[in-house]
């Protein structure tokens, strides 16, 4: 949840490409060109999300199209310089080929023992934590399900009425004698009886009833004699299992950098959880977004500069161009993600009231705002009026008035007149 919403509300708007600054220098694009950023560089910038949030870093190939190559194609190297890290990617199978056309871009750099570093990887105890907990949960209310029942023996308690009665036991065993054949004919005659009285209950109640008995007494289990039923004391399980999920749950998506009340509310409705209001939990996120919004357009940046390299050199003359470095930074593509801003439009349209931003930024924020095409935005601002947009001069705000005040006891003075 966390990264399909740091990734929509980047990739919400697109991505655009520009020269240098970004001041009115967009790279203009074939058909074709569009279409593969559209189909390939879009899925990219997830894929790329994914690796920096898992691993904290990111190998990419960079072909006619950049892709992140899945785990287990490569093993990586990590050389420790005195300036910081060397990275070096392998193929799978090879001990010392390199992969060719392979870059790394590290965002979280690895711990000093050679353990990745990275947002995952710093929650993922807690996970498993509340995964034990869960199963643990579970095996609980399976026993209390099916629990397991035990039978005790309960002997007699008078010690002395036991061994009388085992004497008298030993001492008439040859003389107590049953007779077998009386023993028979008379179970024999209570069996009759017995199914003499289940007939009458038959033709009575009709033989579903009998049906519904039978399965009844079928999960009686008799004890054996002397035998009682002893049950186990249960467990009751943990009763703050709830509350323990919602304190991992804040864990994770402080981590990432995503407010829970923005994916869970416990409330209801609205976004206020635990005395935060909208726009703290608006700048929270902000602040998450233009880190990603940096870091994923400075990797998309040298990406299509290392792939267009050859289609930018032809625009550049190096004969007037005296720094290497200003050319670059001239002459270089940027790629940068339009966010939509985390303001209303009562903000908006004091902001252009107040003549801070320009129609063209209200107008298009606005519409991002309310989730409409770009395409529906007038060219102008609407004509002047007092209810809208252009407030009045003060000149023309106090003159009225003035007037107002000194022709209202005119008026008044009239009407006692007449």
Same mark, same amino acid.
């Given at each position: 949840?966390?990264?399909?919403?740091?990734?929509?509300?980047?990739?919400?708007?697109?991505?655009?490409?520009?020269?240098?600054?970004?001041?009115?220098?967009?790279?203009?694009?074939?058909?074709?060109?569009?279409?593969?950023?559209?189909?390939?560089?879009?899925?990219?910038?997830?894929?790329?999300?994914?690796?920096?949030?898992?691993?904290?870093?990111?190998?990419?190939?960079?072909?006619?199209?950049?892709?992140?190559?899945?785990?287990?194609?490569?093993?990586?190297?990590?050389?420790?310089?005195?300036?910081?890290?060397?990275?070096?990617?392998?193929?799978?199978?090879?001990?010392?080929?390199?992969?060719?056309?392979?870059?790394?871009?590290?965002?979280?750099?690895?711990?000093?023992?050679?353990?990745?570093?990275?947002?995952?990887?710093?929650?993922?105890?807690?996970?498993?934590?509340?995964?034990?907990?869960?199963?643990?949960?579970?095996?609980?209310?399976?026993?209390?399900?099916?629990?397991?029942?035990?039978?005790?023996?309960?002997?007699?308690?008078?010690?002395?009425?036991?061994?009388?009665?085992?004497?008298?036991?030993?001492?008439?065993?040859?003389?107590?004698?049953?007779?077998?054949?009386?023993?028979?004919?008379?179970?024999?005659?209570?069996?009759?009886?017995?199914?003499?009285?289940?007939?009458?209950?038959?033709? *009575?109640?009709?033989?579903?009833? =009998?049906?519904? &008995?039978? !399965?009844?007494? %079928?999960?009686? @289990?008799?004890? /054996?004699?002397?035998?009682?039923?002893?049950?186990?004391?249960?467990?009751?399980?943990?009763?703050?299992?709830?509350?323990?999920?919602?304190?991992?749950?804040?864990?994770?998506?402080?981590?990432?950098?995503?407010?829970?009340?923005?994916?869970?509310?416990?409330?209801?409705?609205?976004?206020?959880?635990?005395?935060?209001?909208?726009?703290?939990?608006?700048?929270?996120?902000?602040?998450?977004?233009?880190?990603?919004?940096?870091?994923?357009?400075?990797?998309?940046?040298?990406?299509?500069?290392?792939?267009?390299?050859?289609?930018?050199?032809?625009?550049?003359? *190096?004969?007037?161009?005296?720094? =290497?470095?200003? &050319?670059? !930074?001239?002459? %270089?593509?940027? @790629?940068?993600? /339009?966010?939509?801003?985390?303001?209303?439009?009562?903000?908006?349209?004091?902001?252009?009231?107040?003549?801070?931003?320009?129609?063209?930024?209200?107008?298009?924020?606005?519409?991002?705002?309310?989730?409409?095409?770009?395409?529906?935005?007038?060219?102008?601002?609407?004509?002047?009026?007092?209810?809208?947009?252009?407030?009045?001069?003060?000149?023309?705000?106090?003159?009225?008035?003035?007037?107002?005040?000194?022709?209202?006891?005119?008026?008044?003075?009239?009407?006692?007149?007449?």
């Amino acid at each position: 949840m966390c990264r399909h919403l740091i990734s929509s509300q980047l990739l919400n708007n697109g991505i655009q490409f520009c020269y240098g600054g970004c001041k009115d220098r967009g790279v203009e694009m074939e058909a074709q060109r569009e279409l593969l950023i559209e189909e390939k560089w879009v899925p990219f910038c997830c894929e790329v999300i994914d690796s920096i949030l898992c691993y904290g870093f990111v190998v990419v190939h960079i072909g006619e199209f950049p892709s992140v190559l899945k785990l287990g194609t490569y093993w990586i190297k990590v050389i420790v310089e005195p300036h910081g890290y060397e990275w070096k990617v392998y193929k799978r199978a090879s001990v010392d080929e390199e992969m060719e056309n392979v870059y790394v871009f590290p965002i979280y750099d690895p711990m000093t023992d050679g353990t990745i570093n990275s947002p995952v990887y710093k929650v993922i105890p807690r996970l498993l934590f509340l995964k034990r907990m869960r199963e643990s949960a579970v095996n609980m209310e399976q026993n209390r399900a099916f629990p397991t029942v035990y039978s005790e023996i309960k002997e007699g308690q008078n010690q002395s009425e036991k061994e009388g009665v085992d004497y008298d036991f030993y001492a008439n065993a040859g003389v107590a004698e049953t007779d077998m054949n009386l023993r028979y004919n008379r179970n024999k005659n209570a069996v009759g009886i017995l199914n003499q009285q289940k007939d009458l209950y038959d033709k *009575f109640l009709g033989k579903k009833h =009998a049906a519904i &008995a039978h !399965k009844s007494l %079928s999960n009686v @289990v008799p004890l /054996p004699l002397g035998h009682i039923m002893k049950a186990p004391p249960m467990n009751t399980g943990r009763n703050d299992l709830v509350a323990l999920h919602k304190i991992i749950e804040e864990e994770v998506c402080a981590t990432i950098g995503v407010p829970r009340s923005m994916i869970i509310s416990d409330s209801g409705g609205g976004f206020q959880s635990g005395g935060n209001n909208e726009e703290s939990i608006h700048e929270s996120f902000m602040h998450t977004l233009m880190f990603w919004k940096k870091k994923l357009g400075n990797i998309l940046s040298d990406v299509y500069n290392i792939i267009y390299i050859e289609e930018l050199k032809k625009k550049v003359n *190096f004969n007037q161009e005296s720094d =290497a470095f200003e &050319a670059k !930074k001239k002459h %270089s593509v940027t @790629v940068f993600f /339009p966010v939509t801003p985390f303001v209303s439009n009562d903000t908006l349209r004091t902001l252009y009231e107040q003549g801070v931003i320009s129609w063209d930024k209200y107008a298009t924020y606005a519409l991002m705002n309310v989730s409409l095409p770009i395409e529906d935005k007038e060219k102008g601002p609407p004509e002047i009026d007092e209810l809208l947009f252009e407030k009045p001069k003060e000149e023309t705000v106090d003159a009225p008035k003035k007037k107002s005040t000194e022709q209202q006891p005119a008026k008044k003075k009239q009407k006692v007149n007449k």
